[in-house]
């Protein structure tokens, strides 16, 4: 998973809280997805971005979840007044353009408390 | 809806010995990824199968692509406990990949 970094490794917050959860993508990699892996569920995708644009979000809940890829910097995915059903490992992958292989991040695991 | 399936859900093995792990889905996807999971990280691409009755080798690893693009199998050969992990398979369509719930595969010194 080396060149897709995530952070932070685990998160902590208490319901009502908003989570910050970055991904920076691999070098030369300009196309991010971000995935949601529910416990004894597979992963599913949220949203897919490339740099200042949201391609398809059509994963991602209607409400409190956003998602950006600025210009400059990581790619955020913000969960605002976390609820405990939000707990979950939150996976990052980048890719060049789809289709030529996506690498993975070491993920975000969040607990709401 | 899982589109995905994949069985068995669990696996054990003695070290030395073979297994084989499935994945089936309802739907043909442009290509089918199988990835491998350890705890506490994120998944690691293995290979990317596209073409119907496709055969790919990778060291101990063979993978099978069934030849209506439906069907897939992962068999190791003489299994050793660095093999322990979460098998993953994904079908690709664009940029979206969807997951089969995994295999858990334990190889057992």
């Known amino acids: 998973n080396a060149g897709v970094m995530q952070n932070p490794r685990h998160l902590v917050r208490r319901r009502g809280q908003e989570a910050r959860l970055r991904c920076s993508p691999m070098?030369?990699?300009?196309?991010v997805y971000w995935y949601r892996q529910l416990p004894e569920e597979g992963l599913k995708f949220m949203v897919y971005?490339?740099?200042?644009?949201?391609?398809?979000e059509s994963g991602m809940p209607k409400e409190r979840f956003s998602a950006e890829f600025p210009k400059e910097g990581p790619s955020i995915l913000r969960i605002q007044q976390v609820v405990r059903g939000d707990s979950a490992a939150y996976f990052c992958?980048?890719?060049?353009?789809?289709?030529?292989?996506?690498?993975f991040g070491s993920g975000t695991r969040l607990t709401v408390v | 809806t899982q589109l995905l399936e994949q069985s068995p859900q669990f696996l054990s093995i003695q070290e030395g010995e073979n297994l084989t792990v499935y994945c089936n889905s309802s739907?043909?996807?442009?290509?089918l990824q199988w990835y491998r999971q350890e705890p506490g990280e994120g998944p690691v691409l293995l290979v990317t199968?596209?073409?119907?009755?496709e055969v790919k080798k990778l060291k101990r690893l063979t993978f099978q692509f069934g030849d209506a693009r439906k069907d897939s199998s992962l068999h190791i050969t003489a299994a050793q406990p660095g093999d322990t992990g979460l098998y993953l398979c994904?079908?690709?369509?664009?940029?979206?990949?969807?997951f089969g719930a995994g295999t858990t595969v334990t190889v057992r010194a």
């Open positions: 971005l490339q740099k200042e644009n949201i391609i398809d």
């Open positions: 992958a980048s890719s060049r353009p789809p289709n030529y292989g996506y690498t």
């Open positions: 070098k030369g990699h300009s196309h």
């Open positions: 199968v596209v073409t119907g009755g």
């Open positions: 739907s043909v996807f442009s290509s």
């Open positions: 994904a079908g690709e369509d664009d940029y979206k990949l969807s």
